[in-house]
Nanobody
């Protein structure tokens, strides 16, 4: 059974930085895509960043130039470096993966990021 465990959330002032981590129990090559989503209070969950199996990354327009998604094969982890944080970045951040060659997907439990206005 796959496990996804996010960490690194917290309370940070506007303009500050946080680095989120998502640890998996399987090799990163198990996944066709690995993504970070966030859900703000009263809003729908939205994708923030995605990394494809080949290494290509894409970002939501709202975070381009501020967020960077990376991965570490040895640690079986993905990361989201978040810089120049804004109050609108507040939300619960989730790690999401899609298993290669299937429609199987998993969500992590989420980690709270709060940037007060």
């Amino acid at each position: 059974q796959l496990q996804l465990v996010e960490s690194g959330g917290g309370l940070v002032k506007p303009g500050g930085s946080l680095k989120l981590s998502c640890a998996t129990s399987l090799s990163i090559l198990t996944f066709n895509t690995m993504s970070w989503y966030r859900q703000a209070p009263g809003k729908e969950r939205e994708m923030v960043a995605i990394i494809f199996r080949g290494g290509t990354t894409n970002y939501a327009d709202s975070v381009k130039g501020r967020f960077t998604m990376t991965r570490d094969f040895a640690k079986k982890m993905v990361f989201l470096q978040m810089n120049s944080l804004k109050p609108e970045d507040t939300g619960v951040y989730y790690c999401y993966v899609e298993v290669v060659g299937s429609r199987i997907n998993y969500w992590g439990q989420g980690t709270q990021v709060t940037v007060p206005s």
